[in-house]
């Protein structure tokens, strides 16, 4: 509260400093106005201490001399005081106070005409100081010099013990990883009994920071274990109820505490949060859900991808790909997606129908041709595209009757799957879709679908460079030319 006073004291300084620069340049009629009455106000005084009469010399009695009493001299002081910083109305308050005590005062009946003549003006509306006598100014200028000298200080000295903190717990924090290496190695791969390396991870394990660095320890070494290794490293965390606070971080109510309990369970093949986890799959932070789906697919065993069964919200693009590398990167037994095609869910249906694609599961067809006639374009054309990577030539039928009601994407995608499955049925179409098309992608697509067939497809190309529509032979032309193909 100090320093804030101080600090206004200096803004209204520094602003009553130009606006004297200012008053100074004001017009020369004010200037003279104040000069005769501060004369007249000398010259009243000069002529009541020069009268030597007996009632003079009661009057000055009265007006200067007289004792009016402590309050009198309290009014007075708190006036004066006011006046000097510029607390005008203050002072106008307390002068009229002391004016009712002594009416006849001309130092009062003065200062109160000066207030009055002062409205108006921008240094009564600011602390005044008086530059003639700048105790006030100084002073000020003084504590806010030292505070900011000793907040440097401080700061200075926060700083310096900050950094010294952070290398005291770098070093400890190197010093424990060294040391919890060794005995990992040791309970692992050494003859040495049991009993004494966990003495002495208990021992080590007197706080949570200890227990952090352990537990990371042990998941970057359970990466590159396997076998009874790794089992082994699984029953010491168990040994040491590791697990516990790995599961006290699955409830934590912040998200980033959740996701580190959901990435040491899962290495650690701990399922006791499960429902907790599986709870998570519906949070609104995107990555809290995403490390759910991640965490389940490695600690439901039964059913690695059930999770999918439970998913109510968007499944992104971004979340399909990193289920996808995990699923790569810790070889998990891969279901049959189709189980996913009619779910409620229509990202998890798009994932499904790619995955399908991706792990070649052809024997999926029976379920994946229901889709074609899905109300979503989307769904319907991620269909079209995987009959064609996985050339279920069954499919070609339905895809020729689905092209006049299709939009212009999805025509394209049917275009582009008869080419990769090549039928000499479907030439009279494809031809059909070159002369009737007026769009060249789809021209050009069905030209390419045409000589996809092979020497028949090019035949037939042939024939339609004898045709006057200049459009023909110039895709035509483009498709057969062996230096594009």
């Given amino acids: 509260m100090v320093c804030r006073k101080l600090f206004i004291c200096l803004i209204f300084g520094i602003i009553s400093f130009f606006t004297s620069h ?44 007289k004792n009016y009493g402590p309050l009198y001299d309290y009014y007075l002081d708190k ?17 009229e106070k002391a004016a009712l005590i002594n009416p006849n005062s001309l130092y009062i009946k003065y200062r109160i005409s000066q207030i ?11 602390l005044y100081f008086n530059f003639d006598k700048p105790g006030l100014l100084i002073r000020s200028l003084t504590y806010l010099v030292v505070y900011f000298i000793i907040s440097m200080i ?30 990992l190695v040791d309970y692992l791969f050494s003859s040495e009994s049991s009993p004494v390396i966990l003495k002495q991870f208990n021992d080590l394990l007197a706080s949570s920071f200890n227990q952090k660095i352990l537990i990371n320890q042990m998941i970057d070494l359970s990466i590159n274990l396997t076998g009874d290794a790794k089992e082994k490293l699984r029953n010491l965390y168990l040994v040491l109820y590791l697990d516990k606070v790995s599961i006290n971080k699955v409830y934590s109510p912040h998200w980033h505490i959740k996701i580190k309990g959901f990435h040491e369970l899962s290495f650690m093949d701990i399922t006791d949060a499960n429902e907790e986890i599986i709870r998570c799959l519906q949070s609104k932070n995107e ?7 991640l965490a389940m697919v490695r600690l439901n065993h039964e059913d690695p991808f059930g999770f999918l069964d439970h998913l109510e919200k968007p499944f992104t693009l971004w979340e399909q790909l990193t289920i996808y590398e995990t699923i790569i990167f810790h070889n998990i037994p891969v279901p049959s997606f189709d189980r996913w095609l009619f779910s409620k869910n229509k990202s998890v249906i798009i994932f499904a129908i790619r995955m399908i694609d991706l792990f070649k599961q052809k024997e999926a067809y029976s379920n994946l041709f229901w889709m074609l ?14 009959i ?17 009601t299709e939009n212009y994407q999805n025509c ?35 030209a390419i679908a045409i000589h996809n067939m092979g020497e028949e497809g090019e035949k037939a190309l042939e024939k339609l460079l004898d045709s006057d529509y200049k459009n023909y032979q110039i895709i035509v032309k483009h498709v057969l030319d062996k230096r594009i193909n």
């Fill in 154 to 183: 401080i700061i200075l000295l926060f700083i310096l013990m900050n950094r010294r903190r952070m290398e005291n717990i770098e070093k400890k924090e190197q010093y424990l990883k060294e040391r919890y290496q060794e005995l």
């Fill in 373 to 386: 006639v899905n109300d979503d374009p989307e769904i319907r054309y991620n269909t079209i595209y995987v």
């Fill in 388 to 404: 064609g990577n996985l050339k279920n030539k069954e499919a070609l039928p339905h895809l020729k009757r689905l092209y006049k």
């Fill in 79 to 95: 006036a004066d005081r006011a006046y000097s910083i510029g607390f005008f109305k203050r002072a106008k308050r307390f002068y």
């Fill in 287 to 293: 990555i809290v859900r995403m490390e759910a789906q």
């Fill in 412 to 446: 394209r995608a049917i275009i582009q799957a008869m080419g990769k499955m090549p039928d000499i049925s479907m030439l009279n179409f494809l031809k059909l879709v070159l002369d009737k098309e007026d769009d060249v992608q789809l021209q050009i697509d069905a």
């Fill in 116 to 126: 009055d003549n002062t409205k108006g003006k921008l240094n009564s509306l600011i």
């Fill in 22 to 65: 200012s008053f100074a340049n004001a017009p020369q009629s004010n200037a003279d106005e104040n000069n005769r009455r501060d004369s007249a106000y000398i010259d009243s005084i000069t002529r009541i201490k020069s009268t030597k009469d007996d009632t003079s010399s009661e009057k000055l009695n009265t007006f200067s001399e």
